[in-house]
């Protein structure tokens, strides 16, 4: 499977140049998730491992550079520029994330995820996991993500992010 998915992400990024403007093409399906690659409006590539529900949904990104970027989507959420909140994730009954100072614009809640131990340590623990509960600062429940399938496509999205990295 990895082959195919970086050699289609590696083709895609030879041949699409300045042809699109912020398009994307699915590599990889499994379950309810999807993995993309995208070209984007200033020239440069981005990769996508999403879970959704209709109105809603859970994506990690990744770049060329290396970075890795989570984000929550939901049509009924309707933020203003330059907003930012503490949230918490849970995966399964595991110990909860926080994340202080995630992004919040219009539709989105986002944040990259540290360059760290602690940034592969909640990459594994969304492949491995079967939910992942999102929740205000103050424990609330958000959103809930089905995490079924995260396994195969973050193994999807790795190997997209290797493809555009070159």
Not at 54 to 74: C, L, M, N
Request: net charge negative; with cysteine.
């Amino acid at each position: 499977m990895g082959i195919r998915i970086g050699m289609a992400a590696a083709l895609i990024v030879a041949t699409a140049g300045a042809v699109w403007a912020q398009q994307s093409q699915i590599l990889f399906s499994h379950k309810s998730w999807q993995v993309e690659v995208w070209a984007l409006t200033d020239g440069s590539f981005a990769c996508e491992a999403k879970v959704s529900a209709p109105g809603d949904s859970f994506s990690i990104w990744t770049y060329p550079t290396g970075d890795v970027q989570v984000e929550f989507y939901s049509s009924a959420w309707q933020f203003g520029e330059g907003q930012s909140a503490e949230l918490q994730m849970q995966i399964d009954g595991r110990v909860p994330w926080t994340q202080s100072g995630a992004t919040l614009s219009q539709n989105s809640v986002l944040f990259y995820l540290p360059d760290d131990a602690a940034g592969i340590d909640f990459i594994v623990e969304v492949a491995r996991g079967n939910r992942l509960y999102l929740r205000d600062a103050d424990g609330n429940d958000v959103k809930d993500y089905s995490l079924a399938g995260s396994r195969a496509s973050i193994d999807a999205l790795i190997e997209c992010g290797t493809a555009i990295g070159r």
